[in-house]
C-alpha cells in the first residue's frame, strides 16, 4: 500500500475517524463530571534484611534469601488473615470512638457508620476493661500482652486499650459462627472502608534495593487512609514477628527434648562402665592390665631362674655329700640336723611369702624380721651340731671335714631357700593366673561399653551443637522480624489529584487507534477488486474501463457528466484496440461476457450502444432471452452470488438501513436511483441501434459468428451494422459456443468492482 493510498483511506473515512475520539472524550467528560476524591496516605517499614543485622557478624548477605524475605513479608501483608484483622480492627476503632473525631473519622463517614451498624452489634463493644477474656490467637489478649501495647499507639487516649481488645475478640468470635451475620457481609462485601475488597487496594513495594518496604493506601476519608495504615503496619509486624518466633522455638524444643534423651542414653553408658569397674575392681584398667602382665612375665622369669639355681645347689649338694664319708653321711641324716633344717625350710617359705606379697605392712615387716632371726639362730644351731659331730674328721679325700660341712651346710640352706622361693612363686603363679583371666574378656567388654559411651557422647554433642545453633538462629530472627515503623503514616490534607484530563485524552486516543485500527484491518482483508489496479493484478487483464454506481444522491458529483465521459473513454479504446487490428468486414463483433450473472452487462451493453449510436454508428446488439434463462432452476452458485451482491436489487425509492447515520458521519447515501436512464436495460428498435434476444438452445453451440445468430431466429434486419454487441449468460454456471470466438473483434468481460474474485472465477475466464 502506498503512501498515496493511505491518505486517501484516511480522507474517505476523516468524519468518521474525528467524530468517534470526540464522542467517546466526550462520553468519558460527561462521566467524570462528579469526581469522588481520594485521600492518599503512605508509610515505610525498616526490615533489615539487606544489612543483615544478626549475632553472627560475619554471616555475609544473601541475594536470594534477601528477596525471600521480603516475599515472605509482602506475602504476609497481602494475606486475607491480615486484611480481616485489619479490617475488624479499624471497624472497632471507630465505633468506640466519640463524635467530632475528625482525626480519625470524618463526620460523614461516622453517620454511616451508625446507620448502617445494628443495635446488637453496638451491645458487643465493650466499654471498659473490666471483663477481659483470654487471648486469641494473634497475641492480642491483655494489658500485659503486645497487643495491648499495639492497639495503644494507634488508638485516641479515649479508647481503653483491654475494651478495645474485648470488643476485637467479641466481633471476630461473632464473625466465626456462620457467614449471615452482619460482621461477616461488612467484611466480604463492597463497603468502601471495611471490606477486605477495599483494604486489599494497599500497595505495597520495595525501594529500590533498601530495606524499606513502602505502604500505600487511598480512599475518601483522610483519617481513614491515615488509621488504616497505622494498623496495618502494627498487624503485619506481629504477624511475622509471631511466625519466625514460634518456627525457631519449634526447632529449639525438638532439639532440647532429643538433647535430654542423649543425655541420659550416655548417663547410662557411664553408670554400666562404673558398675563393671566396681564389680572387677578396676580402677585404670590400661595401666591395670599393663601391671598385670608385666608381674605375670616377671614371675615366670623368677620362677625359672629359681629352679634353675636350686638344680644347681642340690647337685652341689650331692657333690659335697659324696665326698664325705658314710658315717659322716649318716650322721647328717640325724634327726636333730633334720628336724632343725625341716624347720628352717619353713622359715624360709614364710620369710619369701612375706617378701613376695610385700612388707609395706608394719605387722608383716615386724613379722618378717622375727622370722629372719629364727632363721639364722636355727642356720647356727645347725652348725653347731654339725661342726661338733665332724670336729675332729676328715673327709674321704683327706680334705678337712669343718670346711666341706661349712659348704654342705650353706648349700643345704639355700637349696631349702630356693625350694621355698618355689612354693610361693607357684602360689602366686596361680593366683596371677586367676587375675590374668579376669582382666583378658574385662579388656573387651570394657571397649564395647566405652565404645557405646563415645557414640552417645557424640550424639550429644552433636545434638547440644544443633541446639546452640538453632538457639543463635532464634536470635537471628528476632533481630530480622524486630520490624520498625521508620516513617509514620501521614495525616493526608489534600485530595489526589484526579486523572479526569488524562483519562479525556486517552479516551480520545483509545477511539483514535480503534478507528484506525478498524479502517485499515478491513482495507488489509477486503479482498474485493476494488479498483482498476488491483483488478488487473488480480485478474491479469487490462482494465478498458469503469462505470460508477447510480446512487440517489451523490454530493457534488455530477453523474451524468461523470459516466458520458467515462463511456467515451471505453469507446476510445475500443476504437484504438479495433484499428490496431485487421477485419475482415466492415462490421466488428464485440463480445460481452461475465465469469457470474447479475454483473451489469445488459446495462452497459445498452449505455455503449446508446455512445456508439450518438457518434453515427449502427449498432446491432444481440442478447439472450432473459426470461428464459430466469425459468430454469438457479444453481447454488447463482444464489450465493444473489446474495453476496452489494448492489440492492428492489423497488425504487428502497432505503439503505442507516443512510441518515451515513451520511452524517461523511459517507454517501447508498440509496440507488433506479429511475435513473442510465440503468434502462429498455431499448427502442429505432435509429441506429437495433436489440434481437436469442434462444440458448441446442443450435446456439453451433454458431460461428452473428449472421448464424440471425439465420438460425430468423432475424431480418435491413442494414450492414458497423458493430454487433453480442451477450452471452454468465459462461460459469452456462455453456458458450467456442466456434463464435475465433470470429469475434474484441471480447469484454462485465465484472462488478466489490465482489471477491474466486478460483472458480479464474478457472471460468
Known amino acids: 500500500m502506498k503512501l498515496s493510498d493511505v491518505f486517501k483511506i484516511l480522507r474517505k473515512h476523516l468524519v468518521l475517524i474525528l467524530v468517534t475520539p470526540a464522542i467517546l472524550a466526550a462520553i468519558v467528560f460527561v462521566l467524570t463530571r462528579n469526581p469522588a476524591f481520594k485521600y492518599s496516605s503512605a508509610t515505610t517499614l525498616f526490615t533489615g534484611f539487606s544489612s543483615n543485622s544478626t549475632v553472627e557478624m560475619n554471616n555475609s548477605s544473601n541475594y536470594f534469601s534477601v528477596n525471600n524475605a521480603f516475599d515472605n513479608l509482602i506475602s504476609i501483608i497481602k494475606s486475607r488473615e491480615t486484611q480481616q484483622e485489619v479490617a475488624i480492627r479499624l471497624y472497632v476503632q471507630h465505633l468506640m470512638l466519640p463524635p ?29 476493661g473490666a471483663d477481659q477474656k483470654s487471648s486469641d490467637r494473634y497475641n492480642f489478649p491483655s494489658l500485659s500482652s503486645d497487643s495491648t501495647l499495639i492497639s495503644s499507639s494507634y488508638n485516641p487516649p479515649s479508647i481503653d486499650p483491654v475494651a478495645y481488645e474485648q470488643t476485637v475478640r467479641n466481633l471476630k468470635d461473632y464473625m466465626l459462627k456462620n457467614d449471615t451475620n452482619f460482621v461477616y457481609e461488612l467484611l466480604n ?66 532439639f532440647e527434648k532429643q538433647l535430654d534423651e542423649a543425655k541420659s542414653n550416655l548417663k547410662i553408658a557411664e ?26 612375665e616377671n614371675l615366670d622369669v623368677e620362677y625359672n631362674n629359681k629352679k634353675i639355681k636350686l638344680a644347681g645347689v642340690q647337685a652341689v649338694i650331692k657333690r659335697l655329700e659324696e665326698r664325705l664319708g658314710t658315717q659322716q653321711q649318716m650322721q647328717l641324716k640325724n634327726s636333730d640336723v633334720i628336724d632343725k633344717r625341716n624347720q628352717l625350710g619353713d622359715l624360709n617359705y614364710q620369710i619369701t611369702s612375706i617378701e613376695t606379697m610385700g612388707a609395706s605392712d608394719p605387722g608383716n615387716a615386724q613379722k618378717l624380721a622375727n622370722l629372719k632371726k629364727q632363721a639364722e639362730k636355727l642356720k ?51 593366683e596371677q593366673q586367676k587375675e590374668y583371666s579376669v582382666y583378658a574378656p574385662a579388656g573387651s567388654n570394657i571397649k564395647r561399653i566405652e565404645r557405646e559411651i563415645s557414640v552417645s557422647e557424640q550424639r550429644y554433642l552433636d545434638i547440644l551443637h544443633s ?114 487490428k485487421k477485419s475482415s468486414g466492415p462490421t466488428r463483433t464485440l463480445l460481452f461476457f461475465s465469469t457470474t450473472s447479475a454483473e451489469g452487462k445488459s446495462v452497459v451493453i445498452v449505455n455503449l450502444a446508446r455512445k456508439l449510436e450518438e457518434q453515427g454508428k449502427k449498432v446491432l446488439i444481440l442478447s439472450y432471452d432473459h426470461d428464459q434463462n430466469r425459468n430454469t432452476k438457479p444453481s447454488l452458485t447463482d444464489e450465493l452470488e444473489q446474495l ?50 436469442y434462444p440458448v438452445n441446442s443450435n446456439f453451440f453451433n454458431i460461428r459468428n452473428y449472421k448464424d445468430i440471425l439465420a438460425q431466429n430468423d432475424f431480418n434486419i435491413s442494414y450492414i451494422p458497423d458493430y454487433v454487441l453480442i451477450e452471452l449468460p454468465s459462461i460459469m454456471i452456462n455453456p458458450y459456443p467456442a466456434g463464435l470466438l475465433p470470429n469475434i473483434d474484441l471480447a469484454i468481460m462485465i465484472c462488478r468492482s466489490n465482489r471477491v474474485w474466486s478460483e472458480a472465477d479464474q478457472g471460468a475466464l
Open 271 to 296: 553408670d554400666k562402665l562404673l558398675v563393671f569397674n566396681n564389680s572387677n575392681n578396676i580402677i585404670n584398667y590400661g595401666e591395670q592390665s599393663k601391671a598385670v602382665a608385666m608381674a605375670k
Open 380 to 430: 647356727g644351731e645347725i652348725k653347731v651340731s654339725v661342726g661338733e659331730m665332724y670336729a675332729k674328721s676328715n673327709t674321704t679325700d683327706g680334705l678337712p671335714a669343718a670346711t666341706i660341712m661349712k659348704d654342705w651346710i650353706d648349700n643345704v640352706v639355700e637349696a631349702e631357700n630356693l625350694k621355698a622361693s618355689l612354693d610361693v612363686l607357684s602360689t602366686r603363679m596361680k
Open 644 to 693: 453476496s451482491e452489494n448492489t440492492p436489487k428492489t423497488i425504487s425509492g428502497n432505503k439503505s438501513k442507516n443512510p441518515s447515520i451515513q451520511k452524517n458521519i461523511g459517507y454517501p447515501d447508498k440509496l440507488i436511483d433506479y429511475d435513473n436512464l442510465f440503468l434502462n436495460e429498455q431499448i427502442d428498435n429505432i435509429g441506429n441501434i437495433q436489440l434481437l434476444n
Open 467 to 580: 541446639l546452640n545453633t538453632a538457639k543463635l538462629k532464634m536470635q537471628d530472627n528476632e533481630l530480622a522480624s524486630n520490624i520498625k515503623t521508620f516513617d509514620e503514616p501521614f495525616f493526608p490534607l489534600n485530595p489526589v489529584p484526579t486523572k479526569r484530563k488524562i483519562m479525556i485524552a486517552l479516551a480520545a486516543i483509545i477511539g483514535l487507534m480503534l478507528v484506525l485500527s478498524y479502517i485499515f484491518i478491513l482495507e488489509l482483508f477486503d479482498h474485493t477488486l476494488k479498483n482498476p489496479s488491483k483488478a488487473t493484478s488480480i485478474i491479469k487483464m487490462p482494465v478498458i474501463g469503469v462505470i460508477p454506481k447510480v446512487l440517489l444522491k451523490s454530493k457534488n458529483l455530477d453523474f451524468a457528466l461523470a459516466t458520458k465521459r467515462l463511456l467515451d473513454i471505453v469507446v476510445q479504446y475500443i476504437e484504438l484496440y479495433l484499428n490496431d
Open 100 to 128: 467530632n473525631s475528625t482525626n480519625y473519622l470524618s463526620d460523614k463517614s461516622y453517620l454511616d457508620l451508625i446507620k448502617i451498624t445494628p443495635p446488637h452489634i453496638k451491645a458487643m463493644v465493650v466499654k471498659s
Open 189 to 254: 462485601y463492597e463497603h468502601p472502608h471495611y471490606s477486605i475488597d477495599a483494604i486489599s487496594s494497599l500497595s505495597v513495594k520495595r525501594l529500590e534495593n533498601s530495606d524499606l518496604l513502602e505502604l500505600k493506601y487511598e480512599t475518601d476519608d483522610p483519617g481513614i487512609s491515615q488509621q488504616t495504615l497505622n494498623i496495618y503496619s502494627q498487624v503485619c509486624i506481629k504477624i511475622y514477628k509471631r511466625i519466625t518466633e514460634n518456627r525457631s522455638d519449634a526447632v529449639i524444643k525438638y
